[in-house]
T-cell receptor, first 111, second 114 residues
Framework: AQTVTQSQPEMSVQEAETVTLSCTYDTSESDYYLFWYKQPPSRQMILVIRQEAYKQQNATENRFSVNFQKAAKSFSLKISDSQLGDAAMYFCAYSGNQFYFGTGTSLTVIP | NAGVTQTPKFQVLKTGQSMTLQCAQDMNHEYMSWYRQDPGMGLRLIHYSVGAGITDQGEVPNGYNVSRSTTEDFPLRLLSAAPSQTSVYFC?????????????FGPGTRLTVL
């Protein structure tokens, strides 16, 4: 089975600074997608960004970007110009035949 | 569009009771799924469906039943609740599922089994 590992249970960042959340995954599939979801205290799961494995170009969405290293099976999320509203739990997810989620990283933004 | 809706938002059960968690989507999505979220364990897939009449097991299916009689609805049944099923349950849907689609999540149901 595929596994998704987030090795940082908690991270903190100063407002306006940049932070990188790490994610690694294990798979034997060649066709898959990777996602970062945000879960604020409201509990709602919100899609932040997604990356198609066949694309070499890293995905970006405004202040959010990824560093996708397919050979290393690494998929990190960079948040630039951090804002107080970015404080949340962040989940890395893998989608092949099924969806698999990591255990999450709790991000604190310090004013 | 209401998106993905779940009812109830909160539920308390006694051990051995049965109940159904409701999930509905109005986006004409073929793929629907149920997850449970436990502290420190992320989201784990319970059951999923790739279309009406088709269901399959995920990572943690024991103790749960599902059916998919319509495209819109995908209820999750707990046949005999156990304290180990205390969790937050999320329903999600996507157009086709598998490796091609983003999943859209409902607001979750917090279930406590005493």
């Amino acid at each position: 089975a595929q596994t998704v590992t987030q090795s940082q249970p908690e991270m903190s960042v100063q407002e306006a600074e940049t932070v990188t959340l790490s994610c690694t995954y294990d798979t034997s599939e060649s066709d898959y997608y990777l996602f970062w979801y945000k879960q604020p205290p409201s509990r709602q799961m919100i899609l932040v960004i997604r990356q198609e494995a066949y694309k070499q170009q890293n995905a970006t969405e405004n202040r959010f970007s990824v560093n996708f290293q397919k050979a290393a099976k690494s998929f990190s999320l960079k948040i630039s110009d951090s804002q107080l509203g970015d404080a949340a739990m962040y989940f890395c997810a893998y989608s092949g035949n099924q969806f698999y989620f990591g255990t999450g990283t709790s991000l604190t933004v310090i004013p | 569009n209401a998106g993905v809706t779940q009812t109830p938002k909160f539920q308390v059960l006694k051990t051995g009771q049965s109940m159904t968690l409701q999930c509905a989507q109005d986006m004409n999505h073929e793929y629907m799924s149920w997850y449970r979220q436990d502290p420190g364990m992320g989201l784990r897939l319970i059951h999923y469906s790739v279309g009406a009449g088709i269901t399959d097991q995920g990572e943690v299916p024991n103790g749960y039943n599902v059916s998919r009689s319509t495209t819109e609805d995908f209820p999750l049944r707990l046949l005999s609740a156990a304290p180990s099923q205390t969790s937050v349950y999320f329903c999600a849907s996507s157009y086709y599922g598998g490796s091609t689609d983003t999943q859209y999540f409902g607001p979750g149901t917090r279930l406590t089994v005493l």
